[in-house]
């Protein structure tokens, strides 16, 4: 599987590069971007999901684009396979390469990796720049986006997407954690939101707000289906999925769960059921 060419950097802004890596992904993205962040010659790479020679040459050309010999460290915004697939090619041109993950998934890294974990509130330097760590789960067990305040640019991880919607199902997705997240984020009043799918967004918080209605309507999707009695996992799907094709019927199925724990919380909706499937009710 290839990775990018260097032709294909986008400059973010000062100090932030992009580079979209071709990985194993959740459709209908077929790359990650990663990201170069660098100043007065001090960088990190961010998210790098692919180790291929190419992909490896393309986050070189990034570095050296951002006038950086060697970099700081790695950051993960999270453990996803597509996020961490280039962190022993990396390791393995700096073996001293620091890498940072959150603090609940360091149990997902290779332990010869070493990683240090981050929680929201940690602040990074890169030469005379701060980064900060924002704690953002709701698609993973845990997830931390990176804010540069300095150019109000926010590295969303999978957050968002720059199209499209990201995935949060189970067993690790949260929707309340999610729209906390997507909260918290927004708050922030960023410039420019680089996700890790999909294209740079540079309409401030838009694509959070997006993100917060199209789950709500999701939930409001699930509740209307709700109101014509107990249903089962595999109903729900149908009605509110009518078009997805089979392969997709499991992803579907863990999202609708993890709505459905959500408004269990809330006491909205009770399991009559003796197993996932269900029937749900509204309670």
């Known amino acids: 599987m290839s990775g990018a060419t260097a032709d294909a950097l986008e400059r973010v802004a000062d100090g932030v590069l992009r580079v979209p890596l071709r990985t194993q992904t959740l459709p209908p993205f077929t790359h990650t971007n990663a990201f170069v962040l660098a100043s007065d010659g001090v960088g990190v790479v961010v998210d790098p999901g692919a180790g291929d020679a190419t992909a490896v040459a393309a986050l ?60 929201h509130g940690r602040r990074l330097t890169l030469g005379g720049a701060v980064l900060t760590l924002v704690g953002t789960p709701g698609h993973a067990l845990d997830h931390v986006a990176v804010w540069w305040s300095a150019h109000r640019v926010l590295l969303a991880g999978d957050l968002v997407a720059g199209a499209g919607s990201i995935w949060v199902g189970v067993p690790d997705g949260d929707v309340s954690a999610y729209l906390a997240s997507l909260e918290r984020a927004a708050a922030l009043d960023p410039v420019i939101v680089a996700p890790a799918h999909g294209p740079v967004r540079r309409d401030g918080a838009t694509v959070l707000h997006e993100a917060r209605r199209h789950r709500l ?7 209307e289906a709700l109101q014509d009695g107990p249903a089962r996992i595999g109903a729900l799907r149908a009605r509110l999925y009518p078009d997805l094709p089979e392969a997709a019927f499991d992803l ?19 399991h009559v059921g003796s197993d996932a499937d269900g029937p749900y009710a509204l309670a």
């Open 217 to 223: 309507a999701r939930e409001a999707s699930l509740l």
């Open 252 to 270: 579907a199925e863990r999202t609708l769960l993890a709505h459905l724990a959500k408004l269990m919380r809330e006491l909205r909706v009770m």
């Open 60 to 119: 070189r050309a990034a570095l050296d684009a951002a006038d950086v010999t060697a970099p700081k460290g790695v950051l993960l915004t999270h453990t996803h396979p597509d996020h961490v697939g280039g962190v022993d090619a990396l390791r393995s041109l700096w073996p001293d390469l620091q890498v940072w993950a959150p603090a609940a998934e360091l149990g997902r890294c290779d332990s010869a990796w070493g990683a240090i974990g981050v929680r």
